[in-house]
């Protein structure tokens, strides 16, 4: 097995490369791509060696940026948009909902709507307002897309090119908070598929899923519980939309307990679903109700004050400790 | 002549007009044919109101006054071009060779889409105001990087003039000099918003701006309509980047079947616009500077009604899909939701589940 050490952000770029050698029709369109490599540098080398025609710097409109990679697919090519925050996708949820979500089936099936949404999302880099948030339970809902998001830089390197590869439209949510930590890359076999959950921490006692920046988090927390003697299973949710239900129901039926994380509010989220698809399923197997660690439902704050938002490992451990007591 | 900056070949009495820039280069028979087209799309049209009154179809948008600028454009279209329309787009689906009962689909709410938009090389139609406009551009950018000889063509009105896309599709365009025009019906009337409401400047002026010729035509002069976007199309496939074509026309009608004008506009309006008939003035050419026989027209008249009726026929035979068939193409690929909702509704006995 070859593998290489890489952070997620330089995992995330030579994904790209790889999908531009492979496929002439792949295309890359951003603000600041090109020259630059986005803001994160995620695209950084990638305009020199493919040319200005396959990355293509876009003018600053999110809406023709999705809506241009919509005409671009029904031409045959498959773009990959990066959106360059989580906050800056709102001008284009219209052409998201209306047109990439529905295409295809208006078309009856003729019209192939691959094309591939990057969302830099979730806090934790101090960032001033609308640099921070979590947008994905809008896209989750839609029905039409698919959601993912990656946790490491192993995934992020087969995440972004399965998705490019997939013949529906996919929100791809990449954690900016781990774009600067490494990771082993293995670059000749994908861990997984794109739409499956990873069990990342085997336990018996409570299952706690996650994705994107909080699956760290939840590990950290497993450290400190194995400690205090409970055992936590770590679930990486990997696909948001769809869920894979049948990894989660597996270990809650071995736990039976269940707690959701993520950095959204939780009322109509990708948890509260998870929550809900859990004691339809699991209902004669829990120990204790599903419970959710949210972001609280306001404005995502001044980030001053993020750390008090975001789950932390004290807010897991407790929901865990709320979890066991029942 | 509404004023000089537009473009007019035919004037509303249907003499021919010098105009310097623009030379009408259509035959007699070709001039028939936009005739007979004009006809059918106008008899179609009327019929889908009828069926909407009746019961038939839960919408129609009719197209009464807007026939030259459709026909206009829709023939001079190549055989590889590709077009996006709106809701209102029947004259253009007329000249892609759509058969009419498909623009009814959506009208019988049967369908969101109607037809296959690869095989006609017209898009299915856009509801949302304006999304078009740069779906068009990304296709554009594709003809470009393919390095392909076609021209791509977006519909829109004056309402959807102010929606951000249409302005951003302006920019795109621009920018990446793509083989696009952008056709812009000026109906006067965005429901119930009068064309001024949405611009303080005649709307093709606003093309200068972005970097691109824009020209008035006279949307109810096909024949100035034609020329106009040949040439538009014509420098987009060389390379000379975009147009925005005005075509200055008329709602005769309401909006849609839903709408009531007698609320916001005057008779007398509607009076004026009445002197300026697409139609008529083409007849009057063809009658007085090709003889043409009142014979020929009763023909196409006649077959005009009996294309209606066949529409009628088709329409009311389309019967409501299986329940079972929302299911399909919501994705390309297999997804456990998708599986989940066919499998409820086969065992509540919803549908027999044949797909």
């Known amino acids: 097995m070859a593998t290489t050490t890489m952070t997620m952000a330089k995992a995330l770029n030579e994904g790209l490369r790889r999908s531009l050698e492979k496929n002439k029709k792949v295309l890359l369109m951003g603000e600041d791509i090109g020259k630059l490599g986005g803001v994160f540098r995620i695209t950084d080398g990638l305009q020199k060696d493919f040319g200005e025609d396959r990355v293509i710097d876009a003018p600053l409109a999110e809406s023709a940026i999705v809506g241009t990679a919509v005409g671009l697919a029904i031409r045959g090519y498959r773009t990959i948009v990066e959106i360059q925050f989580d906050g800056f996708v709102y001008p284009a949820f219209d052409q998201i909902v209306s047109q990439v979500a529905k295409l295809h089936k208006r078309s009856d099936g003729v019209y192939n709507m691959g094309l591939v949404i990057r969302l830099p999302f979730q806090g934790g880099i101090g960032a001033i307002e609308h640099h921070s948030e979590s947008p994905e339970p809008y896209f989750a809902q839609t029905a039409g897309l698919r959601v993912v998001s990656c946790s490491n830089a192993n995934d992020a390197y087969w995440m972004i090119q399965q998705s490019i590869e997939h013949d529906d439209p996919i929100i791809f949510c990449e954690p900016m908070s781990r774009y600067w930590e490494k990771g082993e890359v293995d670059l000749e076999n994908p861990a997984q598929g794109l739409f499956e959950a990873a069990v990342r921490r085997e336990g018996r006692d409570v299952t706690v899923v996650g994705y994107g920046a909080s699956v760290k988090t939840i590990l950290r927390a497993a450290e400190t519980a194995e400690t205090e003697g409970v055992s936590i299973e770590v679930i990486d949710v990997r696909s948001l939309a769809p869920l894979d239900l049948d990894t989660i129901v597996r270990s809650v039926e071995k736990t039976g307990r269940l707690v959701a994380v993520q950095e959204s509010p939780h009322s109509a989220s990708v948890g509260s679903d998870i929550v809900s698809q859990v004691s339809e399923r699991c209902f004669y197997s829990l120990q204790a109700p599903g419970l959710q660690v949210s972001g609280y439902h306001v404005p995502y704050p001044p980030t001053r004050l993020e750390d008090d938002y975001r789950p932390t490992v004290d807010r897991i451990l407790d929901a865990v400790d709320r979890s066991m007591g029942f | 002549m509404i004023d000089d900056e537009l473009v007019q070949l035919l004037s509303p009495e249907g003499q021919r007009v010098d105009q310097g ?209 040949k040439r538009a199309l014509e420098n987009a496939r060389a390379g000379a980047g975009p147009t925005l074509i005005e075509a200055f026309t008329y709602r005769m009608g309401a909006h849609t079947t839903s709408d009531d004008p007698t609320r916001y506009r005057v008779d007398a309006e509607v009076e004026v616009w009445k002197h300026r008939d697409p139609v008529e003035r083409v007849k009057s050419l063809l009658v007085h500077e090709y003889k043409v026989k009142k014979t020929a027209l009763n023909d196409v008249t006649a077959e005009a009604e009996a294309m209606a009726l066949q529409v009628r026929e088709d329409v009311l035979a389309m019967d409501r899909p299986d329940p079972i068939t929302m299911f399909d193409h919501a994705y390309a690929a297999a997804h456990p939701l998708i599986d989940e909702g066919r499998r409820e509704m086969i065992e509540m006995g919803i549908s027999g589940g044949s797909h």
């Open chain 2, 21 to 229: 820039d623009y030379q009408s280069t259509l035959s007699g028979d070709e001039i028939f044919g936009l005739y007979r087209d004009m006809v059918i799309i106008r008899r179609i049209c009327n019929e889908g109101t009828s069926l909407q009154r009746q019961g038939q179809l839960a919408l129609w948008a009719p197209i009464q006054g807007q026939e030259a600028a459709q026909i206009g454009a829709g023939r001079a279209l190549g055989p590889t071009d590709f077009t996006f329309p709106t809701y209102r787009e029947h004259g253009i689906a007329w000249c892609r060779g759509i058969p009419p009962v498909d623009w009814f689909r959506l009208f019988r709410a049967v369908s969101n889409g109607g037809w296959d938009p690869q095989h006609y090389r017209h898009s299915v139609p856009t509801v949302v105001l304006g999304n078009q406009a740069l779906n068009a551009v990304g296709y554009a950018m594709g003809v470009q990087r393919d390095g392909a000889d076609e021209a791509v063509v977006a519909f829109f009105g004056d309402g959807a003039s102010s929606q951000g896309d249409v302005l951003e599709s302006f920019v795109w365009a621009a920018s990446f000099n793509c083989p696009v025009v952008f056709f812009l019906q000026n109906n006067q009337w965005a429901i119930s918003e009068p064309s001024s409401l949405q611009a303080k400047i005649p709307l093709y002026h606003r093309a200068e701006g972005f970097g691109f010729p824009g020209v008035r035509v006279d949307g109810n002069d096909v024949l100035a309509v034609y020329e106009v976007t």
